[in-house]
């Protein structure tokens, strides 16, 4: 077995695990607190990709996509909220549909403009550096940081800021925070809309690392699901151990394997996890 | 004149009876023949629709992993026919008993699971098996997926019947078809389907008034994959081939679409469901490539303002329609 190439992947799956955590984060505190099951988020994932193209290809720089993507996915994320999901709220199982028609509006307009054939964005940072002995590129090292800083701020915002305490207070129990004069309504929103920003910032981090294309979101909601389900639904520092655990693992599984086997594998952990532990293999036993 | 609801409701539906019989006269008068080839694909996909319905219509199960059933079905033919070498009855019986071992397998653990979960579990139970056929290329073809050549229905000597005629395709997909709504509604008006509907209002009431809710769930759960079989194997002859690609989850998600959109809980909500989108397409698609845009608003547009779809809005115009003449019949009485 060749240790380097094992060691590769394994990193991989890390680098990769934490963008899909910044992902599934998302997905999580959306349905966390509006009780929606959001099947259109890989494709904000994927229009975060596709802004990120058209921002490098008309400015050239790679770091005015990494600011301004994520704000107008910000904006994009709550005019989505207003006209689509605020109608549908309190019905869960309609919202699976609403969103699937938002999916396929998304993956249609993007085909329109952007094309349908996938396309390539060059990393801002080239070359490559040594690690545990082999040669690693540079701007995945900076894609795990980027996510890690990302995701830090995410949980500081949730936890010190005013705006954060009204999110978790509206998740535990929407009518007590009502009442206590929370606005639900505008918490609602903007919980809506950060979740939209969080998926496209993660396409804009793995822009480079895959390929631009109308689909990407088709192949990457699964693994988002996966994430969610085994850390948890609506368990966000589960969530985010469960991503980097499956990448790392699915990792591990391709360098003796191929990728199917290694999808159909954490796919078969997934069904044991919603099977025997549907909270998640993070929470305690006591809820 | 006053005409009861039940008299417009049977007019209607023998209407649109005798439209489908027929299809294969009337059809090639105002349009091209290809528009049979459509109808009997639409017959096929309201079929697939139908079983999304018979979960989430009638037990309150959203499945949106129908497609794992329709695609079992569509291999057991193909390899029935392809590698096996049977004839067309018995790979037709081969498809539908492989699905519904299929759902009998998935059904005993997904129904343990409700709501979002169920509908989860029956996403990930499809893409397992999605999985499984990409990379099983050598029996199953993988993406470019499989053809077969078709083996005649019954042949005495020179006499042959076969699914190349497009006369035999198109009765033998409506009698099935048929046949299978017929079932279903005999299902529905059975204690069995009362029972299911009594599931899907209340789960903890049916319970304590002594239904087994995990049987009562699974006996649906199976039935609705021998559904999709059905429409599944039925797609494989239509087809004469079977792939990969009709098992992931995008096709469950239309099959949802198309129940919604055409009314969920209703018969014959996803017959008109998947007619219209299907229409839809095939019209629009000549003259524009991203009709799929439309579609999506229609889905949201519908879940917003018509959740009960197009049988929905149909019996809401009915119902005034009858009230009115309910008005006019009252007002000379009460001037008199």
């Not at chain 1, 890390?14 to 966390?32: D, E, K, N, Q, R």
């Not at chain 2, 539908?96 to 139970?125: N, Q």
């Not at chain 2, 599944?232 to 004469?240: M, P, Q, S």
């Not at chain 2, 969920?264 to 003259?287: D, H, K, M, N, Q």
């Amino acid at each position: 077995m060749d240790w380097n190439l094992l060691i590769a992947l394994a990193i991989n799956g890390i680098v990769w695990g934490l963008i899909i955590a910044l992902i599934a984060l998302g997905l999580s505190v959306i349905f966390g607190l509006l009780d929606i099951i959001n099947v259109a988020h890989g494709d904000f994932f994927m229009v975060g990709t596709v802004m990120a193209f058209f921002v490098v290809q008309t400015t050239g720089n790679f770091w005015v996509a990494l600011l301004l993507v994520p704000l107008l996915a910000f904006i994009l994320g709550g005019i989505i909220e207003r006209l689509v999901i605020r109608p549908i709220r309190n019905a869960a199982a309609l919202s699976i549909v609403a969103t699937f028609g938002l999916s396929i509006i998304l993956q249609e307009s993007v085909r329109g403009t952007f094309g349908a054939s996938p396309r390539r964005l060059l990393a801002p940072v080239e070359g490559t550096t040594m690690l545990f002995g082999i040669e690693y590129d540079i701007y995945r090292l900076l894609a795990a940081l980027i996510s890690i800083i990302a995701i830090s701020a995410f949980f500081l915002f949730l936890h010190k800021t005013k705006f954060g305490t009204w999110m978790r207070a509206v998740r535990h129990d929407r009518e007590a925070a009502m009442a206590m004069g929370i606005p639900a309504e505008k918490v609602f929103l903007f919980t809506f809309a950060i979740g939209t920003a969080l998926a496209a910032l993660g396409g804009v981090v793995a822009a480079p690392i895959t390929t631009v294309d109308f689909k990407s979101g088709v192949d990457i909601l699964p693994f988002c699901f996966m994430a969610v389900i085994i850390g948890g639904l609506g368990n966000l520092p589960g969530t985010a151990a469960a991503a980097v655990l499956l990448a790392f693992i699915e990792g591990l599984i391709t360098s003796f394997s191929d990728p199917t086997v290694a999808r159909i594998a954490s796919l078969c952990l997934m069904s044991a996890v919603l099977l025997v532990r549907p909270q998640g293999i993070f929470t305690g036993a006591s809820r | 004149m006053k005409i009861s609801k039940t008299t417009i409701n049977l007019c209607v539906f023998l209407f649109f009876a005798l439209f489908l019989v027929l299809a294969p006269f009337v059809l090639p008068l105002f349009v091209s023949p290809f528009w049979l080839s459509v109808t009997s694909e639409i017959l096929i996909w309201s079929l697939f629709a139908a079983s999304v319905n018979l979960l989430f219509g009638y037990v309150g199960l959203l499945s949106f992993g129908q497609a794992l059933y329709f695609g079992v079905g569509m291999y057991g033919v193909a390899i029935g026919v392809a590698k096996l070498g049977l004839g067309f009855w018995p790979a037709f019986g081969f498809g539908i008993f492989l699905s519904v071992v299929m759902a009998l397998i998935a059904g005993v653990f997904a129904v343990r699971l409700t709501w979002h979960y169920f509908a989860i579990i029956t996403v990930v139970f499809s893409l397992i098996f999605y999985f499984l056929a990409l990379s099983w290329k050598t029996i199953t073809g993988g993406d470019d997926g499989m053809g077969f050549s078709m083996p005649p229905m019954l042949s005495v000597g020179d006499f042959e019947i076969s699914m190349t005629d497009s006369m035999v395709q198109y009765y033998f997909i409506l009698l099935i078809v048929a046949l299978c709504f017929y079932l279903q509604h005999r299902l529905l008006q059975s204690p069995l389907g009362k029972a299911l509907i009594a599931v899907r209002e209340n789960d903890t009431r049916a319970a304590l008034i002594g239904l087994n809710v995990y049987a009562l769930r699974l006996t649906a759960f199976v039935s609705a994959g021998f559904l999709a079989g059905v429409a599944g194997a039925l797609f494989a002859f239509f087809g004469r081939y079977a792939s990969a690609s009709y098992m992931f989850y995008h096709v469950s998600g239309e099959g949802v679409v198309w129940t919604l959109v055409g009314g969920l809980g209703t018969l014959f909500g996803p017959f008109f469901g998947a007619a219209l989108l299907i229409i839809l397409r095939e019209e629009l698609s000549v003259y524009w490539e991203h009709y799929l845009l439309l579609v999506g608003v229609i889905v949201i547009l519908i879940v917003i303002y018509a959740p009960r779809g197009i049988v929905g809005l149909y019996s809401d115009l009915l119902d005034r329609v009858c009230k009115n003449d309910d008005d006019q019949n009252n007002k000379p009485g009460s001037e008199v």
